[in-house]
């Protein structure tokens, strides 16, 4: 959680370099329970959202999903994420993203 709440720090002073070695440390604390790394996937996707990086927000969002499908799926943080970016779309939403709202009975 250290290596996360540093990255938020060096993301908001958009230092690029150390965000990613933040997040990278962030994502080996393999240690933590599943239910904590999923949540720790939504801040960052949720960051990511925040930078105007919706690709890699989604990315970060589909590996938390083979995690555990259920907890992403239908956690609210997830779900207002994926609208988000459904509405922020201009044309059709790229493949992993349609598939991904589909999954979670956004869209039809």
């Known amino acids: 959680m250290l290596f996360l709440a540093g990255a938020m720090a060096a993301s908001r002073a958009d230092d690029r370099a150390t965000t990613r070695v933040f997040l990278a440390e962030a994502e080996q604390t393999s240690a933590m329970p599943v239910e904590r790394r999923v949540r720790h996937a939504l801040d960052v996707a949720h960051a990511y959202t925040a ?17 555990a499908p259920e907890q992403v799926r239908y956690h609210a943080m997830s779900r ?12 059709a939403p790229s493949r992993h993203l349609g598939d991904l709202a589909r999954r979670m009975k956004l869209v039809a």
């Open 51 to 67: 930078r105007r990086r919706t690709d890699q927000a989604v990315e970060v969002l589909l590996r938390a999903e083979r995690l």
């Open 80 to 91: 207002q994420l994926v609208m988000q970016w459904l509405r922020q779309c201009r044309g």
